[in-house]
């Protein structure tokens, strides 16, 4: 591993941050310049080798970078002074909740001005202490050489964002050496059980008949040898939401889909009937949706969260790779395949509702649905799906396919607003040879509205398609099923596709069902930015795997409040999007 290129005596503080970035394989910098940032900016632009992004809001830069951490392993993130560390806080806390390394430097006032309320002065210990796992001031040039290498290394270790607050004289001083190290490392350990505890694993297997594997996002890198356990056991393959890209395969005879609030009948029931279930490298937070009466597995890097959304019986501590590896081989063949036939071919026809399109979707009211299908008709094989929370989300976690090679990921854990175009910002910039698609509500892209001129700047070639429904759509379902009347949550909206044009990003807009199709893959094969503005029905339900009386209870209180207040239109429209999801 190469130290700093330069020597240290020819080097000033900003400087050295700049080698140290590059030796830990940071390839760029998302950021906004100013003041107490200057003297980085300068170094950054001296070395010639490092990207600057230049994004619109600080939020975008931290989302980006979080997201190029994701696919390439650390990303950096920089904001100056107050405003500009404030505007970093939302997408440090989703990179740290995803576990992301991301290294954020917050650049602050000059030392002698600390205690002062001087302008835009923030205590950045008190402000980053949550959303990080490392924190720190470096108020002298040695301090920072110690603390730099360090925050790159737990960045990278514990998986999480490590920010460094560096004041601008610091910035512009010479750099020191220090007797610590002044590079960081990467660790590649093999991980697992004890001999004892996976023969323990081993024996609870082979003394139960029916297997359902759970996997989710921990069990990216275990692909090859889930479907060997899967084909070995004749188990199902049930994934959270992180972990579907990975799992969701068509071909699969052992994928019976997704559980959780968004998920497939299929795929909680597959849970739920199973003798045992091993959870491979999923924290999925909703705990209602896990079986209660069956044997429960866990196998999870990070021991602290084993048994915290289920009642565990075993749990490991191991990589998902290293650990089926050594299990598979102790392991009796299992040769019933009732158990998964039945599993399967309920997913089967669940999924079978989707083929068949809404062609009599009137003006201004398409399906989300049918959108989301022909996205992932048209889509690369290699594609990088970013999408954002709220119904987008549900289309993405039912329709879009893992397919060869493709990447999915939102803000599946902090659940924030606003992600899916920053996040495909970061993606466009950090892997230029494949298609990256935005799949945007219009609530989430009216709040970073602005960085659409990243994009024009950069001409990222990304596909932003807007599932352009006039509502909070989640929040206004939330509030049905609640018994809730759904004020508030109407949107007007700008025509997205106009605003595009003016950015020099070819707009497209949708409102008839005939011109969804051709326009969809007109935008796929645009050489260049497109957004698609699709007027879809706010209306269109998405039903949970289990509905409970509750629910159902507070939907009926909804329509009868709406009834009493004439929104009769409303109701008709309510009842009819039950009809048609049922």
Same mark, same amino acid.
């Given at each position: 591993?190469?130290?700093?290129?330069? =020597?240290?005596?020819?080097?000033?503080?900003?400087?050295?941050?700049?080698?140290?970035?590059?030796?830990?394989?940071?390839?760029?910098?998302?950021?906004?310049?100013?003041?107490?940032?200057?003297?980085?900016?300068?170094?950054?632009?001296?070395?010639?080798?490092?990207?600057?992004?230049?994004?619109?809001?600080?939020?975008?830069?931290?989302?980006?970078?979080?997201?190029?951490?994701?696919?390439?392993?650390?990303?950096?993130?920089?904001?100056?002074?107050?405003?500009?560390?404030?505007?970093?806080?939302?997408?440090?806390?989703?990179?740290?909740?995803?576990?992301?390394?991301?290294?954020?430097?917050?650049?602050?006032?000059?030392?002698?001005?600390?205690?002062?309320?001087?302008?835009?002065?923030?205590?950045?210990?008190?402000?980053?202490?949550?959303?990080?796992?490392?924190?720190?001031?470096?108020?002298?040039?040695?301090?920072?050489?110690?603390?730099?290498?360090?925050?790159?290394?737990?960045?990278?270790?514990?998986?999480? *964002?490590?920010?460094?607050?560096?004041?601008?004289?610091?910035?512009?001083?010479?750099?020191?050496?220090?007797?610590?190290?002044?590079?960081?490392?990467?660790?590649?350990?093999?991980?697992?059980?004890?001999?004892?505890?996976?023969?323990?694993?081993?024996?609870?297997?082979?003394?139960?008949?029916?297997?359902?594997? #759970?996997?989710? #996002?921990?069990?990216?890198?275990?692909?090859?040898?889930?479907?060997?356990?899967?084909?070995?056991?004749?188990?199902?393959?049930?994934?959270?939401?992180?972990?579907?890209?990975?799992?969701?395969?068509?071909?699969?005879?052992?994928?019976?889909?997704?559980?959780?609030?968004?998920?497939?009948?299929?795929?909680?029931?597959?849970?739920?009937?199973?003798?045992?279930?091993?959870?491979?490298?999923?924290?999925?937070?909703?705990?209602?949706?896990?079986?209660?009466?069956?044997?429960?597995?866990?196998?999870?890097?990070?021991?602290?969260?084993?048994?915290?959304?289920?009642?565990?019986?075993?749990?490991?501590?191991?990589?998902?790779?290293?650990?089926?590896?050594?299990?598979?081989?102790?392991?009796?063949?299992?040769?019933?395949?009732?158990?998964?036939?039945?599993?399967?071919?309920?997913?089967?026809?669940?999924?079978?509702? #989707?083929?068949?399109?809404?062609?009599?979707?009137?003006?201004?009211?398409?399906? =989300?649905?049918?959108?989301?299908?022909?996205?992932?008709?048209?889509?690369?094989?290699?594609?990088?799906?970013? *999408?954002?929370?709220?119904?987008?989300?549900?289309?993405?976690?039912?329709?879009?396919?893992?397919?060869?090679?493709?990447?999915?990921?939102?803000?599946?854990?902090?659940?924030?607003?606003?992600?899916?175009?920053?996040?495909?910002?970061?993606?466009?910039?950090?892997?230029?040879?494949?298609?990256?698609?935005?799949?945007?509500?219009?609530?989430?892209?009216?709040?970073?509205?602005?960085?659409?001129?990243?994009?024009?700047?950069?001409?990222?070639?990304?596909?932003?398609?807007?599932?352009?429904?006039?509502?909070?759509?989640?929040?206004?379902?939330?509030?049905?099923?609640?018994?809730?009347?759904?004020?508030?949550?109407?949107?007007?909206?700008? =025509?997205?596709?106009?605003?595009?044009?003016?950015?020099?990003?070819?707009?497209?807009?949708?409102?008839?069902?005939?011109?969804?199709?051709?326009?969809?893959?007109?935008?796929?094969?645009?050489?260049?930015?497109?957004?698609?503005?699709?007027?879809?029905?706010?209306?269109?339900?998405?039903?949970?795997?289990?509905?409970?009386?509750?629910?159902?209870?507070?939907?009926?209180?909804?329509?009868?409040?709406?009834?009493?207040?004439?929104?009769?239109?409303?109701?008709?429209?309510?009842?009819?999007?039950?009809?048609?999801?049922?």
């Amino acid at each position: 591993v190469q130290t700093c290129a330069l =020597p240290i005596l020819s080097m000033n503080v900003s400087d050295q941050l700049v080698e140290m970035l590059k030796q830990a394989g940071v390839k760029r910098v998302y950021a906004i310049t100013g003041d107490s940032l200057n003297p980085v900016n300068d170094a950054i632009r001296r070395d010639g080798t490092l990207e600057w992004i230049h994004v619109r809001h600080e939020e975008s830069a931290a989302y980006a970078a979080s997201m190029d951490a994701e696919i390439n392993g650390i990303g950096c993130c920089m904001g100056s002074s107050g405003p500009g560390h404030v505007h970093l806080i939302n997408g440090l806390y989703d990179a740290n909740r995803s576990g992301n390394p991301v290294i954020a430097i917050a650049s602050t006032c000059h030392t002698e001005k600390f205690g002062s309320d001087y302008f835009q002065e923030t205590n950045p210990i008190l402000l980053f202490n949550d959303c990080s796992k490392y924190n720190q001031i470096a108020a002298s040039p040695k301090q920072f050489a110690t603390m730099m290498p360090r925050a790159i290394q737990i960045a990278k270790e514990e998986k999480g *964002v490590s920010v460094i607050s560096l004041p601008g004289d610091v910035a512009e001083a010479p750099a020191s050496d220090v007797p610590s190290s002044l590079k960081s490392y990467v660790t590649k350990s093999v991980f697992r059980p004890n001999d004892l505890e996976i023969k323990e694993l081993a024996e609870v297997i082979n003394n139960h008949k029916k297997i359902a594997l #759970y996997c989710g #996002y921990g069990a990216k890198d275990a692909v090859k040898e889930v479907e060997l356990l899967a084909e070995k056991l004749n188990a199902t393959i049930a994934y959270s939401f992180r972990g579907k890209i990975f799992f969701d395969k068509p071909e699969s005879q052992y994928t019976v889909g997704m559980n959780g609030l968004l998920g497939n009948p299929s795929g909680f029931k597959s849970l739920e009937k199973a003798d045992v279930v091993l959870m491979l490298g999923t924290d999925f937070p909703y705990a209602e949706f896990m079986p209660k009466d069956n044997l429960i597995v866990q196998i999870d890097k990070r021991a602290e969260i084993i048994g915290r959304r289920a009642k565990v019986d075993y749990g490991y501590q191991g990589d998902i790779k290293d650990t089926l590896e050594v299990l598979l081989p102790f392991l009796n063949v299992k040769k019933d395949k009732d158990f998964l036939e039945k599993m399967h071919a309920l997913y089967v026809e669940e999924e079978k509702k #989707y083929e068949k399109p809404k062609e009599d979707a009137i003006e201004n009211k398409l399906n =989300p649905e049918d959108a989301a299908v022909l996205i992932n008709k048209y889509a690369s094989d290699d594609a990088i799906f970013t *999408v954002d929370t709220g119904m987008t989300c549900v289309w993405a976690a039912r329709l879009i396919k893992a397919s060869k090679n493709r990447y999915l990921t939102g803000s599946f854990n902090h659940g924030s607003m606003a992600n899916a175009l920053p996040m495909a910002i970061g993606a466009a910039a950090s892997d230029k040879n494949k298609q990256v698609i935005a799949m945007c509500g219009d609530g989430g892209l009216s709040m970073l509205l602005g960085d659409l001129a990243t994009v024009m700047q950069y001409q990222y070639p990304i596909k932003i398609f807007v599932f352009n429904n006039r509502s909070l759509g989640m929040v206004k379902l939330e509030m049905e099923v609640s018994g809730y009347i759904d004020w508030q949550t109407n949107m007007i909206n700008p =025509p997205f596709d106009k605003i595009a044009e003016l950015m020099n990003i070819k707009g497209i807009e949708v409102k008839n069902y005939q011109d969804l199709e051709p326009k969809i893959k007109e935008a796929m094969e645009h050489n260049g930015p497109v957004l698609v503005n699709i007027y879809t029905d706010s209306d269109t339900l998405a039903m949970p795997p289990k509905i409970t009386f509750e629910q159902m209870r507070g939907f009926a209180t909804t329509m009868v409040k709406k009834i009493g207040l004439g929104k009769f239109n409303e109701v008709e429209n309510m009842v009819k999007a039950g009809i048609d999801t049922l």
